[in-house]
Antibody, heavy 119, light 106 residues
Framework: QVTLKESGPGILQPSHTLSLTCSFSGFSLSTYGMGVSWIRQPSGKGLEWLASIWWNGNTYNNPSLKSRLTVSKDTSNNQAFLKVTSVDTADTATYYC???????????WGQGASVTVSS | DIRMTQSPASLSASLGETVNIECLASEDIYSDLAWYQQKPGKSPQLLIYNANSLQNGVPSRFSGSGSGTQYSLKINSLQSEDVATYFCQQYNNYPTFGGGTKLELK
């Protein structure tokens, strides 16, 4: 059974860097075809894909946020990470990580981590 | 980027009714389309992928269809547990989601 759980700071100040961790079980990010994606959702609004990282270390980011995003992984500890630089209030959202199949279908999601950007 | 337009934005239906939700892509996505269900306060769950393939464990009253730029999600015999917001997502290019359809009971 695949499970994922996000963790983060909860609240942070504008211009700071948001760091999120996705801890997962039931699969390995070293197995061919496996991936983890990050998606966010402002309260009451829609979903926005942010970035994905794959078993082979390849990453790709949403072009609208590309320069602000960094994704990485720690395969031995079954974790994936997302960093978002220079946050502002528009980055306030629930951030999800999701197990992703090689064709970008997200078949298992974490419970989400709420992030508020406020001074 | 490929824009996904969902309709309607919200709908109200009775138990046992059949419901259809539409998703229009801004260009041909060659059936690279998934549907997700998000119940209030919960994370999204995958229902359908490749436009018409039912994810394991999803009730058979859910079905997907479409091709090219036009896709739809059909829910037969609506149940109370189907109250949720539904999102389409294309993966022909970098992933983008529709705006969502909020389904309520009448």
């Amino acid at each position: 059974q695949v499970t994922l759980k996000e963790s983060g700071p909860g609240i942070l100040q504008p211009s700071h860097t948001l760091s999120l961790t996705c801890s997962f079980s039931g699969f390995s990010l070293s197995t061919y075809g496996m991936g983890v994606s990050w998606i966010r959702q402002p309260s009451g609004k829609g979903l926005e894909w942010l970035a994905s990282i794959w078993w082979n270390g390849n990453t790709y980011n949403n072009p609208s946020l590309k320069s602000r995003l960094t994704v990485s992984k720690d395969t031995s500890n079954n974790q994936a990470f997302l960093k978002v630089t220079s946050v502002d209030t528009a980055d306030t959202a629930t951030y999800y990580c999701a197990h992703t199949l090689s064709w970008d279908v997200m078949d298992a999601w974490g419970q989400g981590a709420s992030v508020t950007v406020s001074s | 980027d490929i824009r996904m337009t969902q309709s309607p934005a919200s709908l109200s239906a009775s138990l046992g009714e059949t419901v259809n939700i539409e998703c229009l892509a801004s260009e041909d996505i060659y059936s690279d389309l998934a549907w997700y269900q998000q119940k209030p306060g919960k994370s999204p769950q995958l229902l359908i992928y490749n436009a018409n393939s039912l994810q394991n464990g999803v009730p058979s009253r859910f079905s997907g269809s479409g091709s090219g730029t036009q896709y739809s999600l059909k829910i037969n015999s609506l149940q109370s547990e189907d109250v949720a917001t539904y999102f389409c997502q294309q993966y022909n290019n970098y992933p983008t989601f529709g705006g969502g359809t909020k389904l309520e009971l009448k």
